[in-house]
């Protein structure tokens, strides 16, 4: 048997070797998600044509029930009614980060260059956190098998912080493919946006807490920042699993 | 703030094609740039000739103020595209009433100052592709750009400490400014809140 046939030329190669080509048939959303995955490049091409909205708009809703799906695993650890408030509270809370950065990630992009549009810059966003829940969504077996094996909140907090951030790595790589697609002259302001993204999306976890463990309300009443909560979450002793 | 915005997208070349917005401004409020007939390359030339007056960069008293004018609406912009950020911040700190009120206090205030040191920077950065093209020389860019940020940031941030509070402080009153405004300096407020925060 004969082994297939090797292409004979390959196409161009860009930044992270994204391919920026047409995408074939735009208006099925599942074929968005397919070419997220595997051709990354054709989403970002997408995003600069006519059927930009409504492309960008399916990117943001796939990214928000990706992050709720993934919320039904995290609130398995305690069960309950957690079931429903850990999905809610990652949705919220990402809905709310992508708010927050969202006019930074603009400024940036100009700053470094581009002439990119608004609606280009939030395709970008929507489809880096539809990228990296689609990670988590693959993550979520890994996940579930550990919460029902371990009590360790702290441990299964910082798990998932894992999955996020390797989630997250892939968003940013394809929001930094972006800036090269259309010309972006450096990268530090991008950079300098990613590491201001993380870390809103860490204090959001803080601000929306608890989102692993059980509570008896829905939003804490103290505040604090994400490290000491995290240092405090550490330290304290394991809670049992309701 | 056209201006700015025209600005922030472009590369080196747009900045040069100032000369469109500069006939604007020069026919509106005579802030001069006297390059309405040139092109964008005898734009720089033209400038170029206007040396030794500081650090030779050809920047005449008018330009020199429009260019850090610029620079501060930029920044401003910036500031503005962060204040989500730094109000999420703002919610997420203690009260300034609570136990952990100091530890608030410097969260937030070294928040706000990273954040204005950042979108100054950045916005003198941004002055620098044109300070190249229009000086031609890069040690020359620098110097001028170097010496704009010693002004902004060094002098820049005690002269806002004397006229604090911005923020307040845990225990004491909001004053328009304080009894003793010249007392103690914004570096030593800055070290103490870091202390507060990380030790």
């Known amino acids: 048997m004969n082994p297939p046939p090797l292409p004979s030329k390959q196409p161009p190669l860009f930044a992270n070797n994204f391919v920026f080509e047409p995408m074939p048939n735009p208006e099925n959303p599942i074929n968005v998600l397919e070419n997220l995955l595997k051709h990354p490049g054709r989403v970002v091409h997408e995003l600069h044509q006519k059927q930009a909205p409504v492309l960008a708009g399916w990117l943001l809703i796939f990214g928000l029930i990706g992050v709720a799906i993934y919320g039904t695993v995290v609130g398995a650890q305690s069960g309950g009614a957690q079931m429903w408030i850990a999905p809610a509270k990652l949705g919220l809370g990402t809905l709310l980060a992508v708010l927050i950065c969202l006019p930074s990630l603009y400024i940036f992009t100009c700053l470094g260059g581009i002439d990119a549009q608004l609606r280009s810059v939030c395709g970008a966003l929507f489809a880096a956190v539809c990228l990296s829940s689609i990670l988590l969504i693959g993550f979520a077996p890994v996940a579930w098998i550990f919460s029902q094996s371990t009590d360790s909140i702290a441990f299964m907090g910082a798990l998932h912080l894992l999955f996020w951030v390797i989630g997250i790595r892939f968003g940013l790589r394809l929001i930094d493919a972006t800036g090269r697609f259309l010309g972006a002259r450096s990268r530090g302001h991008l950079r300098i946006w990613s590491l201001i993204f993380i870390l809103v999306c860490f204090q959001m976890t803080t601000t929306l807490r608890p989102i692993i463990a059980p509570s008896k309300m829905f939003l804490p009443t103290e505040k604090k920042f994400f490290l000491a909560h995290w240092f405090e979450t550490v330290n304290a002793p394991n809670q049992e699993k309701k | ?199």
């Open chain 2, 1 to 199: 703030m056209a201006l700015v915005w025209h600005l922030l997208p472009g590369d080196c070349r747009r900045l040069v094609c100032l000369r469109r917005y500069h006939r604007t401004l020069a026919s509106t409020a005579a802030v001069g740039f006297h390059c309405d007939e040139v092109s964008a390359a005898d734009f720089s030339d033209l400038h170029q000739q206007r040396l030794a007056q500081l650090f030779g960069s050809g920047l005449s008293f008018k330009q020199t103020a429009l260019a850090i004018l610029m620079s501060f609406a930029i920044a401003a912009v910036i500031l503005g595209a962060l204040s989500p950020v730094t109000l999420f911040v703002l919610y997420n700190a203690p009260l300034l009433g609570s136990a952990n009120a100091i530890v608030g206090h410097s969260m937030i205030l070294l928040t706000h100052v990273f954040a204005i040191a950042f979108a100054g920077i950045m916005a003198n950065r941004r002055l620098l592709d044109l300070l190249r093209r229009m000086t031609g020389r890069d040690a020359t860019a620098r110097a001028v750009l170097f010496s704009w940020l010693g002004g902004n940031l060094f002098l820049g941030a005690q002269l806002a400490w004397n006229l604090r509070p911005f923020i307040g402080s845990p225990g004491l009153t909001v004053q328009f400014l304080r009894d003793d405004p010249l007392r103690g300096n914004f570096y030593e407020a800055v070290w103490r809140a870091f202390q507060h925060l990380f030790f």
